[in-house]
T-cell receptor
């Protein structure tokens, strides 16, 4: 399809386990964003990629969270030693953003991965 | 730090009523402003955006928003709502310049329920 896809759609994991969440952006979109949507906190920015580099990691909540992007396309968000407060919907978005100073393009969001930590 | 406030957590209206959802942001510089909508079971999608120029912007499905710089506001309006407008609405802001440009800062959202 032409939209942003994320997998898995749902993930239930035990506290302390590591999880990997995947995002496939729209083909040709150079910028990729991760957000987290949780009850009470709303939508929070986590990290942004331009190509394969992450100029802004300011939103990552702790060093248990990391993300990478390879080939300017697929991105994975990894949460190590999951905690119950990590339970949330993790959203990925992508946009056209050719240079850092350009007006950012519209962000297209994926369906999200619902993570439940038991 | 930038922040976005949405004044109403849940708004309930009857069909054909007029809608105004409040949004205020906190940031000292030039900003880009957005309203996103999330219909039940669907992805977040862009409703409208303001980058520059005419402060009254029109979006999809008859929605419009007005940027009032002096009030740091970007309220969403629709003259006559329909049952199909039932959704959650999010206001978002991003600085126009700098390293954080493009990273959306969202409000906590307003749930709109429209009674048929």
């Amino acid at each position: 399809g032409a939209g942003v896809s994320q997998s898995p759609s749902n993930k239930v994991t035990e506290k302390g386990k590591d999880v990997e969440l995947r995002c496939d952006p729209i083909s040709g979109h150079t910028a990729l964003y991760w957000y987290r949507q949780s009850l009470g906190q709303g939508l929070e920015f986590l990290i942004y990629f331009q190509g394969n580099s992450a100029p802004d990691k300011s939103g990552l909540p702790s060093d248990r969270f990391s993300a990478e992007r390879t080939g300017g396309s697929v991105s994975t968000l990894t949460i190590q030693r999951t905690q119950q407060e990590d339970s949330a919907v993790y959203l990925c978005a992508s946009s056209l953003r050719l240079v850092i100073s350009a007006t950012p393009g519209e962000q297209y969001f994926g369906p999200g991965t619902r993570l439940t930590v038991t | 730090a930038q922040s976005v406030s949405q004044h109403n957590h849940h708004v309930i209206l009857s069909e054909a009523a007029s809608l105004e959802l409040g949004c205020n942001y906190s940031y000292g510089g030039t900003v880009n402003l957005f309203w996103y909508v999330q219909y039940p079971g669907q992805h977040l999608q862009l409703l409208l955006k303001y980058f520059s120029g005419d402060p009254l912007v029109k979006g999809i499905k008859g929605f419009e928003a007005e940027f009032i710089k002096s009030k740091f506001s970007f309220n969403l309006r629709k003259p006559s709502v329909q049952w199909s407008d039932t959704a959650e609405y999010f206001c978002a802001v991003t600085p126009s310049y700098g390293g954080s440009q493009g990273n959306l800062i969202f409000g906590k959202g307003t749930k709109l329920s429209v009674k048929p």
